[in-house]
């Protein structure tokens, strides 16, 4: 098997730019995950690859074999690109049985009845669903159904296999135990993957690497740990995870550590970020690591409750301080109006003011 | 996870071998073949309405004077007036009676009102000149009816000799046609909205009229344009009733100037009243459009539906069910028993009881003569021939329209629509032309193919109108999943979307069947010896005042139809209007 490459890959569909100039590559056997909020592109991205959607420009290519072209005029037919595809809705056809499902991309490859039913046999053992090869799509679950829906886009051998949210349509347990057992499928199948999905718990857990999308465009491309550690900017950090930003000035930098003043004039310590930053900035920092204090020191503010919720294994709290709004997480239940709460250094970063989401 | 090899699935690919798409072929053989058929019929009118000889004349030149003539010599003006007067009232009487019945019938709990439902669409299955004929044979100068009044009451206070005879009798053979446009709307209503209306303090009978009803609206103003345009184009009431007084609208002075001028027809002024016809139903059919563009607003249907409640009428149950039936009776039932009736006597009247006069001579007589055996019998096969190649020509267009990614696959949809502003008698005029001026047609003329093209041809929107909704309703990601599992586009359209589409097709072809087995107006200019159809032979056998067997053809299309509805409807599952 060979790498997926996207290069400089635009799609627009009149005015409206819906994949702008993404250029990825996906090593062999890799299982990376296009993540994004919805309208970010990355199902166009998706379907563009297994061209379902005609790309404006860029190039698609497996290793060597080009799919798609926009200077050259080449777009290769979906039917002709040996991939593998699963849909949101799982398109089994319902005139046909599970079996039949299988057999139809084989006929079209003209393999012969035994090997087709050596392979259908070994495709559905895979996805543990020997046993309703007779049943007919309205008879199944919806996890039966997914099932199912992976075995017909393996069973042909793909070179490269699409998922696109392919669990959102499962519930919420079923769901987290069909994330496990995709992902330990294509680690010993080893097969090439593709996986869009909004969901970004199901991202961190299933994949090699991520790629954060919005607006068309590749945000950030790392490893689970990367993106959530490491953001690059205030939209993955916010959308990963999510993040509390609190305004305030920048008025020094000291090798990775800035100092920054919030609006009262308490001054906190964070993570330097980006060295072009200057003037307005914002300080991250994720919920669960705000610690809640007793006394006042460096580092810590002081904030007032607004509502707080239960949420079982944590309590969340909407306090109000210098630099705005924000939310913390804590095991600790808050019992007074007024608390001091420490940002941790380590655990903030700074971003420029103006790179934060408008609905944070 | 069971332990199962994964080695196989690692060897070496399999792609499909790729060989040179067909698809486009089809596209382009679909696209060019719908504007061809299309294009053809309407080609000629448009040359003919600017010559001043008949077009298959070599040395025939370029005018303008027919449309002169047609304003000053012809008499067009009265026609028009005519045309005009007779379609509106046509259209208001079919929307009053059809709407109220709609919403009687769909949402009351009247008694028996499946079975009412069921008889009142009747007359949709049969052909104008059917019902005409009916109604002449009762109510007409010296009808069974309106004999049996004057006997009676000494008057008879109807005159059906009339415009507004002719308003009053097409318009409640037209009302079948709205009540179906809004027993949809009024039946598939979400419930929910009503059930808000009634929590907001509303009493059930003030929630139907001011929640559901309004929601009538689109199918009422779709209906209405409709019968407005089916008025202005429908040939064999005003034949009935207008032509022994004189009166002419203007599909009568086509079918007199066409056919029954006696020696040589005048070409130049047919051809332009055709052309005028033409650009006034066209634009009756765009305004159709305009007018439905924002009916979103009226979308009932959202998700789940839950079926609404019937409105208790309480004390009126009873006398509602008397109007009701007593509309039914006189509309319907004496309609039909009168062309049974007609049939099976020597000569109808309520002076002499009507088993008296029983004879089988009617049927004799249809039966003994080879030509009017071979209507039937064309009628029958042309209905099912080109309902299976009207089925099948429908199929390719909306595949190709809907499901394809050929570029100009809008142009072709509403290339294929255009027949809904093609009136039936302009269709056969424009084939009619078509075959004596494009060289090589000749060989159709005079067969019954040249009238399956016809009536292929008309039909063509109203079975896309069927066929397309049931398209939709088949997921798209079924054929991306068929195309990515390496299907091509003919591949997966076979496969995958015509199976899926069975039902729709069989209720397509009885659609089309029962409008090809009631057509008549398409085929007055295109039959001959030899391609007669029962509509045709009916009109022949009216002209000499052989009422008898008109009727027993009448009776003989009605029984047909409703064989082949029970039929259709037992042994296909389909579905036919409801």
Known sequence: MADLILEQLTIAYGDVTAVDNISLSVPSGEFLTLLGPSGCGKSTTLFSVAGLNQATSGVIRIGDTVLFDGGKGVSVEPEHRNIGLVFQSYALWPHMSVGENLAFPLKLRKVNKSERDTRIKEALGLVEMSDYINRYPFELSGGQQQRVALARALVYRPGLLLLDEPLSNLDAKLRERARVWLRELQERLQVTTVYVTHDQAEALAVSDRIAVMSEGRIRQLGTPKEIYETPTDAFVADFIGSSNFLKGKLIERNGPWATVQLSNGSVLRAGAGKSELSGDVVIAVRPERVEVVGEPGENIVQVSLNSGAYLGSVYQYEVSGPGGHYRIQTSKEMSSKQAYVRIPPEAATLFAADSVPQAA | ?578
């Open chain 2, 1 to 578: 996870m069971t332990q199962v090899s994964s080695g196989a699935l690692q060897e070496a690919a399999l792609p499909v071998r790729p060989k040179a798409s067909r698809s486009p072929f089809i596209f382009w053989t679909v696209a060019i073949l719908t504007a061809v058929m299309v294009i053809g019929p309407l080609a000629p009118i448009v040359m003919q309405a600017f010559l001043d000889q008949p077009l298959y004349v070599d040395e025939a030149a370029l005018t303008t004077t027919n449309f002169v003539r047609l304003f000053t010599e012809a008499g067009m003006g009265t026609i028009a007036l005519n045309t005009l007067y007779f379609s509106v009232l046509t259209m208001l009487i079919a929307q009053v009676f059809g709407a109220v019945m709609a919403v009687v019938i769909g949402r009351s709990n009247l008694p028996g009102r499946s079975w009412m439902g069921e008889l009142l669409i009747w007359p949709l299955f049969v052909s104008n000149l059917v019902t005409a004929f009916g109604w002449f044979t009762m109510y007409g100068p010296s009808g069974y009816i309106t004999l049996g009044m004057q006997a009676w009451t000494g008057t008879a206070p109807w005159n059906l000799y009339s415009l507004t005879g002719m308003g009053l009798v097409a318009g409640l053979s037209q009302a079948p046609l709205t009540y179906l446009m809004c027993i949809g709307a009024v039946t598939k209503a979400d419930a929910q909205l009503e059930a808000a209306a009634r929590s907001a303090g509303a009493s059930p009978m003030r929630a139907l009229l001011s929640v559901t009803v309004p929601m009538m609206r689109p199918a009422l103003i779709y209906s209405a344009v409709l019968n407005f345009v089916i008025g202005v184009e429908m040939l064999a009431i005003p034949l009935v009733f207008g032509g022994p007084v004189g009166l002419h609208t203007v599909t009568t002075f086509l079918y007199d100037q066409g056919i029954n001028a006696a020696v040589q027809s005048d070409y130049g002024i047919v051809g332009a009243a055709a052309l005028m016809l033409l650009l006034v139903v066209g634009f009756l059919v765009w305004l159709q459009g305009r007018l439905m563009r924002n009916s979103d607003r009226f979308v009932t249907v959202r998700g789940k539906a839950s079926r609404p409640s019937t409105v208790d009428l309480g004390k009126w149950r009873w006398p509602a069910f008397a109007l009701v039936f007593a509309y039914l009776f006189f509309t319907v039932i004496v309609v039909f028993a009168g062309i049974l009736m007609r049939a099976s006597v020597t000569f109808l009247t309520p002076l002499v009881p009507f088993w008296e006069l029983l004879t089988t001579h009617n049927f004799e007589l249809i039966f003994s003569q080879t030509s009017y055996v071979r209507s039937i019998w064309n009628s029958v096969v042309i209905s099912l021939i080109g309902g299976v190649i009207g089925t099948a020509v429908v199929v390719m267009i909306a595949f190709v329209a809907r499901r394809s990614d050929f570029r100009y696959s809008r142009l072709l949809e509403y290339i294929a629509l255009f027949p809904r502003s093609l009136p039936g008698i302009i269709a056969g005029l424009g084939f009619f032309y078509a075959v004596v001026w494009i060289p090589g047609l000749d060989i159709l003329r005079g067969t019954i193919w040249i009238l399956v093209a016809a009536f292929v041809l008309r039909y063509i929107p109203i079975g896309f109108g069927t066929v397309a909704p049931a398209l939709s309703q088949i997921g798209a990601e079924l054929d991306r999943a068929a195309r990515i599992s390496g299907a091509g586009w003919w591949t997966t359209m076979r496969h995958i979307v015509l199976p899926l589409l069975r039902p729709a097709l069989f209720s397509t072809f009885a659609l089309l069947f029962i409008h090809f087995f009631k057509e008549y107006v398409t085929a007055v200019f295109l039959y001959q010896s030899g391609s007669e159809i029962i509509g045709t032979t009916m009109l022949a056998l009216y002209a000499q005042g052989d009422n008898g067997p008109v009727s027993a053809l009448a009776a003989i299309q009605v029984i047909i139809t409703a064989l082949f509805v029970f039929t259709a409807r037992r042994l296909l599952g389909v579905k036919i209007y409801g």
